[in-house]
């Protein structure tokens, strides 16, 4: 565990985890839960850093049943699924507490939106930077390298910082407006 940078705190059997203890991953992703022979095994939950979780029964390492429930609550569902299709793009805090008044719309599903640091884009568990192709936690730890699939899909799709607004002449930062026709 030394070298791959992740930790364990529990039971143990013949060096081995067994019983009930946390393992954590170099990413700060926590499992919680039982284990058995060295692996997760039993009933247990993986805590990871952005705030959401997977609850699941493992068996010798392998999730078998569980549920994945998203940081701001909401718990995704295979079937029936309704959230964020084509014809509803509101966030999960919307459905909760009702619209945003005209002008005060939501850009993420936290408000305020959090600042993404320059030159960088929000992922959803952390900020890109292109450059260096790293995905940080929201509070600076490291979380993956993204691949070349990942790194087009941010960069098309994710909020970047330089749309938060702009400093106009005087230095003041103002809103940024942009026309839309239909």
Excluded at 38 to 55: A, I
Excluded at 98 to 117: F, K, Y
């Amino acid at each position: 565990m030394d070298f791959t940078g992740s930790s364990y705190e529990g039971d143990q059997k013949y060096g081995r985890m067994d019983g009930k203890g946390t393992y954590t991953f170099p990413s700060e992703t926590k499992y919680v839960g039982e284990m058995k022979n060295g692996m997760f095994h039993g009933k247990g939950v993986l805590h990871f850093p952005n705030g959401s979780k997977y609850d699941a029964t493992w068996e010798n390492g392998i999730a078998k049943q569980g549920k994945f429930t998203f940081a701001d609550g909401l718990q995704y569902q295979e079937e029936d699924w309704d959230y964020c299709d084509g014809y509803d793009r509101c966030f999960y805090s919307e459905r909760c507490n009702g619209l945003r008044p005209a002008g005060e719309s939501q850009l993420t599903d936290r408000h305020p939106p959090l600042v993404i640091p320059d030159g960088c884009y929000d992922c959803g568990d952390g900020f890109y930077d292109p450059s260096s192709r790293v995905v940080t936690s929201y509070t600076g730890g490291f979380l993956r390298n993204a691949d070349d699939a990942e790194h087009a899909w941010i960069v098309r799709t994710c909020r970047k910082a330089w749309n938060q607004g702009v400093v106009d002449p005087k230095g003041a930062r103002t809103e940024e407006t942009s026309t839309f026709s239909i």
